[in-house]
């Protein structure tokens, strides 16, 4: 599997944005999948997680209430719903696939399968 994802942009602080991952030949039904961002001199920070079949989610604490991940069944994708975005969600988002815990979605080095990551840029 090689993922990849989309739906990056500029957003004003307050806006919202939902990023896609996907892969072009595989469903991703069957893939724990995360969320990273990664701020220019600092390392890649995890976000968020989904595990297969149950759909069990973990959160960082700083995107709680504001980031939703979730699975499309029918496009067999993972999106990352993203609300009230703040000027310091700005960065490289990328999606990857890795066991999901609340411990391991935090490592980057845990997962694997990263694509090119979608600029999200929150401004005024």
């Known amino acids: 599997v090689q993922l990849q994802a989309s739906g990056g942009g500029l957003v004003q602080p307050g806006g919202s944005l939902r990023l896609t991952c996907s892969d072009s030949?595989?469903?991703?039904?069957?893939?724990?999948i995360a969320w990273f961002r990664r701020v220019p001199g600092k390392e890649r920070e995890g976000l968020t997680c989904i595990s297969s079949g149950v759909g069990t989610t973990y959160y960082v604490d700083s995107v709680k209430g504001r980031f939703t991940i979730s699975r499309d069944g029918t496009k067999k994708t993972v999106y990352l719903q993203m609300t009230n975005l703040k000027t310091e969600d700005t960065g490289v988002y990328y999606c990857a696939t890795g066991p999901c815990t609340s411990y391991t979605f935090r490592r980057p080095s845990q997962y694997r399968a990263w694509g090119q990551g979608t600029q999200v840029t929150v401004s005024s």
């Open positions: 030949r595989f469903s991703l039904d069957d893939y724990n």
